[in-house]
């Protein structure tokens, strides 16, 4: 049977994302419609595209390369040209399976909106994202990589403000909106630099094939300038610290399938940026690169983790864990830059498949993580951890859902976040050897940051899963809260069956990622990588170390009976008993008395007071010694400090700057007409 | 054949071995204090008594407090499969090294700290709560000191480690080596609960890490958590003897070899349980909020260690 070209299957999948987002529109007012059709659209792209991607993987992309034109061009520079090559084939396959997965359980999420708000709008907005994210991932001029970029900020701005009913949903629309222009000016700059060197003012001059290693021609001046325009620009999109003070305001207000798909694919656009930028057009990079990158990756993991344990809401904390994950994927491409410096194409090989496979897992459980999240809003209508509890046992399936994620992301054995973190932690030790300078710390030193990211994320989400899901309900909507409709469930299940597939099979994944490394490398997998015929994921080097997660399941099913041989030889006529948990003789447990959110992550609070400077506020009242007090009042509360010390200090030079600019415009035409001579006399001064 | 027998055979040396270090620890402590104390034996007959025992559930707790301690017993026995004891080649060191070996005990420890909070009570998550604070300033310690002798042994796998420190270029007074012994040695404590960090012959509600978080359980569940504490301490022990003191380990399999090797890491291990009781005995608890001043000891420590690794090479 012929399979069909990967080429033509975008193709549909763009048509169909078209179709969805257009009928949506038609179908305003019958919301039922609108949900079925919008989100049927987007789940039957999200298919084709998983086509696209994978055939193009394993088969190749088939004719010309893949490239296509969308469109004929009809105004000069502008061509809407495609291009799907490995690494846009792999974020392809990244941003389609979210998109199915999140398709599917938004059948039944959205039901929360009928008669509220217009699910209409909700589902054209959705599936005008999806597809001009995978325009984004696709495009093969800079005009037309541009200009999706932009479809794709202001469509999330849109999902971002979609209950824009409340006022700090507005805000935080308005902040995404000014941070994600900011980032787009710097790469407008940077391609400007780029169109530049390639001689440019040919209508393909825009083209992706005319940049590729067009860094070894440029002065390294302007080569290091378009390093740092498209780092700020990119990394704005992707939340590295400490441009992210947008993200854990963003994306929590967004609904819930929404927000999984800005966490899960929308912040990856940044690192698709950077990865196409620094390994297919800037040629060898100076070390500097490579030592910046790491060292803003660790910082962004470091810092991400300790805010996301300082907070209760729900999505805010998971949204705190994108930027931690945004460093780790950071610190696996630094790597790979600084390996690409000292001429060790199969390290870096090794790192940039450790950073793209965090990519994909990072994807997958944070979309996980923030339908469950949207799950319990679903249920309880509330994203603070104080007020659930005990919803292990009204929502048993959510429950297990969320607690696969949880032990994803928390990099633990067997689950996909563990692989990629050894990958990560192999390549960081292996670059050890790379070079005799001091650098050489750099990589064990980020490897004891990552492992310290690790346990805290760890400690994470003990908080996040045991808090909300153990324990007693602590407040009446958590009580009467009621397990979710099974579109729902599928879409979750989908989600974290990926993860278990991810995590215990990694070296048949890691095949797929070949061909990418062969397209910005010149280097195919490290040969020592799959080992035993893919049962054991190896390292770079042939003692290097191994790891199999699927032997460590099996083995682990293996030892299970021995609890059991224990059981039956001593405790076979032992009872079990239900009791009430023990309360120091009082009556009764209440959750009142129950450890809370704020309360787990305390010990932290105290041991990183110096970052956190949290602000505490306790009123007492009482009438004759303080220890007897009537009524007690407690306000904590903590701000990031590159928003009290950086970004304020800024909005406020910003806004009397303007008030003294105000002076220019005084409203007289005469003034007026006087600065536009001044202007072009000096563009004619220039321009001689 | 020979590698299903070399599993179960150090499958039954962890269960069996790891009660008596720990009634060894118990026993010596309290011979410097002056009391009689518990006989060696005494864990092994802790352990039969809590099996035969009844246990008591939580009304409150849910599927995660009953799967808890076999995920905490599973993992911790891989984590000790993947350690070489006896012989120079762990088991299992084909699926996973020293990164794996971590990565299982943080899963049960992450397992461990849900099973406290699941019964709702405020004991069990301030146990939690601090268990995993500790664990999370202890790691990047015990990782880096890790990776110093990792990059000098060129790999992640415990047994290649190991054949690295039987090698010709290995120095016993290493500097790196001796400063990253150091750090782990303060990391152990941490990590098994021990003074200065955690006491574990405790009961006083406030002061309590471990013993908080399994304050609900008892019975077959309790014998399953305790069992696996020891084999934590035993695995974590051995870390510390045969990476960093690789004599007298068998380098083949026969029985005299096998033998004699046991006895010598029993020898290791008694010597190192010595030290740790000396600490135990001459050291006050630490309040909370020192412990990090004390790990963060460890993490400069392991710094150290990795710059000397680039001093002396």
Redesign the interface.
């Known amino acids: 049977m012929e399979l069909p070209a990967p080429t033509l299957l975008l193709q549909i999948a763009f048509c169909v994302y078209g179709v969805g987002a257009g009928a949506s529109l038609l179908a305003l007012r019958h919301e039922r419609i609108a949900n079925l059709v919008g989100f049927g659209c987007a789940t039957l792209a999200g298919l084709f595209g998983i086509g696209a991607g994978v055939t193009a993987l394993i088969f190749g992309p088939g004719d010309g390369g893949g490239a296509f034109a969308l469109w004929p061009p009809l105004v000069p520079y502008l061509q809407l040209t495609i291009k799907l090559d490995p690494l846009s084939a792999f974020f392809v396959i990244i941003v389609s399976f979210l998109a199915l997965a999140v398709s599917v359980y938004s059948f039944g999420y959205v039901r929360g909106f009928y008669g509220r708000k217009s699910v209409g709008v909700l589902t054209a907005f959705f599936n005008t994202l999806l597809l001009a994210t995978t325009l984004v991932f696709t495009a093969s001029n800079a005009f037309f990589f541009l200009i999706s970029w932009e479809i794709m900020a202001l469509t999330a701005y849109c999902l971002v403000s979609f209950e824009h009913e409340k006022s700090g949903t507005r805000n935080a629309g308005v902040l995404f909106f000014i941070m994600s222009h900011i980032g787009t000016g710097c790469l407008i700059l940077g391609f400007l630099l780029l169109f530049q060197a390639a001689g440019g003012h040919s209508p393909g001059g825009y083209s992706f094939d005319t940049f590729r290693a067009l860094g070894a021609t440029m002065s390294p001046g302007r080569r290091d300038a378009a390093f740092l325009l498209f780092l700020f620009g990119f990394g704005v999109k992707a939340g590295i610290v400490p441009l992210h003070i947008w993200l854990p305001e963003a994306h929590p207000v967004a609904p819930s399938n929404a927000s999984a798909l800005l966490s899960g694919v929308l912040i990856k656009t940044g690192i698709y940026g950077l990865t196409r930028v620094l390994f297919d057009f800037m040629g060898t990079p100076p070390n500097w690169w490579g030592v910046t990158i790491l060292t803003i990756g660790t910082i962004s993991a470091v810092l991400g983790v300790l805010y996301a344990l300082m907070e209760h809401d729900l999505k805010r904390l998971l949204a705190y864990h994108s930027i931690e994950n945004i460093g780790i994927i950071l610190m696996g491409l630094g790597a790979a830059l600084m390996f690409l410096h000292t001429h060790h194409p199969m390290l870096a090989a090794l790192a940039l498949i450790a950073g793209l496979y965090h990519t994909i897992n990072h994807a997958i459980f944070k979309a996980l993580l923030f339908l469950g999240a949207g799950a319990i809003l679903h249920a309880t209508h509330t994203r603070d951890m104080e007020k659930m509890?005990?919803l292990?046992?009204r929502m048993p399936k959510t429950a297990f859902f969320f607690?696969i994620g949880a032990?994803a992301i928390?990099?633990?054995?067997p689950l996909n976040g563990?692989v990629s973190e050894?990958l990560t932690?192999?390549s960081l030790?292996q670059g050890?050897?790379t070079t005799n300078s001091?650098v050489?710390?750099m990589f064990?030193?980020s490897?004891?940051?990552?492992?310290?990211t690790?346990?805290?994320a760890?400690?994470c989400?003990?908080?996040a899963?045991?808090?909300t899901?153990?324990?007693?309900p602590r407040s009446e909507q958590a009580a009467q809260a009621h397990e979710v409709s099974p579109t729902m469930l599928l879409g979750m299940g989908l989600l974290t069956a990926a993860c278990v597939f991810l995590g215990l099979f990694p070296t048949l994944f890691l095949t797929l990622l070949a061909p990418v490394t062969q397209q910005l490398l010149g280097q195919p997998l490290p040969a020592y990588l799959i080992q035993?015929d893919g049962w054991?994921l190896g390292?770079a080097?042939e003692?290097?170390?191994?790891?199999?997660t699927l032997?460590?399941a099996l083995?682990?099913i293996c030892?299970?009976p021995?609890?059991l041989v224990?059981?039956l030889?001593?405790?076979r006529r032992?009872?079990?008993?239900?009791?009430?948990?023990?309360?120091c003789g009082l009556r009764g447990?209440t959750?009142q008395?129950?450890?809370t959110a704020t309360?787990?992550?305390?010990?932290?609070r105290?041991?990183f007071k110096a970052l956190f400077r949290p602000r505490r506020e306790v009123q007492r009242e009482y009438d004759y010694s303080p220890y007897f007090a009537k009524t007690l009042r407690f306000e904590s509360h903590i701000e990031e400090a590159f928003v009290t010390r950086l970004y304020r200090p800024l909005n406020r030079t910003i806004l009397r700057l303007s008030r003294r600019m105000r002076a220019l415009q005084a409203g007289s035409i005469q003034a007026y007409l006087i600065y536009i001579f001044i202007t072009l006399l000096l563009l004619l001064l220039f321009a001689l | 054949m020979s590698d299903f027998l070399a599993?179960l055979l150090q499958?039954l040396l962890l269960?069996a071995l790891s009660p008596l270090i720990s009634g060894c620890i118990r026993n010596w402590k309290a011979k410097l204090q002056n009391r009689r104390g518990p006989r060696i034996w005494q864990p092994y007959f802790d352990l039969?008594k809590f099996?035969?025992?009844?246990?008591?559930?939580?009304?409150?707790a849910?599927?995660?407090f009953r799967a808890m301690?076999?995920v905490l017993?599973?993992?911790t026995?891989?984590a000790g499969?993947m350690m070489p004891l006896v012989n120079d080649s762990a088991p299992?060191?084909?699926?996973?090294?020293?990164?794996?070996f971590?990565?299982?005990l943080?899963?049960g420890?992450?397992f461990l700290?849900?099973g406290g909070?699941?019964?709702?009570?405020?004991?069990?998550?301030?146990g939690?709560?601090?268990e995993?604070?500790i664990?999370?300033?202890?790691?990047?310690?015990?990782?880096?000191a890790i990776?110093?002798v990792?990059?000098t042994a060129?790999?992640?796998?415990l047994s290649?480690m190991l054949l690295a420190a039987q090698g010709p270029t290995w120095r016993l007074l290493n500097p790196a080596h001796v400063l990253a012994f150091a750090a782990l040695f303060i990391v152990l404590l941490a990590e098994t609960g021990r003074l200065p960090v955690d006491n574990p012959a405790t009961h006083l509600e406030l002061t309590m890490i471990h013993e908080a978080m399994i304050?609900?359980y008892s019975?077959?569940y309790l014998?399953?958590i305790e069992w696996s504490a020891s084999v934590k301490q035993l695995v974590l022990m051995a870390l510390l003897v045969n990476i960093f003191f690789p004599v007298g380990i068998a380098t083949d399999v026969g029985p005299v070899a096998l033998a004699l090797g046991l006895l010598g890491f029993i020898a290791k291990l008694l010597v190192l349980a010595g030290a740790v009781v000396l600490v135990e005995t001459s050291n006050a608890k630490l309040r909370?909020?020192r412990v990090?001043d004390l790990l963060s000891a460890a993490?400069i420590l392991?710094?150290l260690a990795?710059?000397s690794t680039?001093l002396f090479q």
């Open positions: 509890g005990g292990i046992k607690l032990v928390s990099a633990l054995p563990f050894w932690y192999q030790l050890f050897g001091l050489r710390l064990p030193l490897g004891a940051m990552l492992a310290l690790g346990a805290l760890a400690a989400f003990v908080k899963f045991g808090i899901f153990l324990a007693q035993a054991v390292s080097k003692i290097g170390g191994t790891v199999s032997g460590i083995m682990g030892l299970l021995i609890p224990l059981r030889c001593f405790g032992t009872k079990v008993r239900i009791g009430p948990t023990w309360d447990l959750p008395m129950e450890y309360g787990f992550s305390k010990p932290i105290m041991i | 599993i499958t269960l039969v099996l035969r025992k009844d246990m008591v559930i939580s009304e409150h849910s599927w995660i301690p076999y017993f599973t993992s026995l891989l499969l299992l060191s084909l699926f996973g090294g020293v990164l794996a971590v990565g299982l943080a899963l420890r992450f700290a849900l909070l699941d019964p709702a009570s405020s004991f069990g998550g301030m939690s709560s601090r995993m604070t664990a999370a300033i202890a790691e990047p310690a015990l990782m880096l990776f110093t990792a990059i060129g790999s992640t796998n290649q304050l609900e019975g077959r014998a399953l909370l909020f990090p993490f392991a710094t990795l710059l680039f």
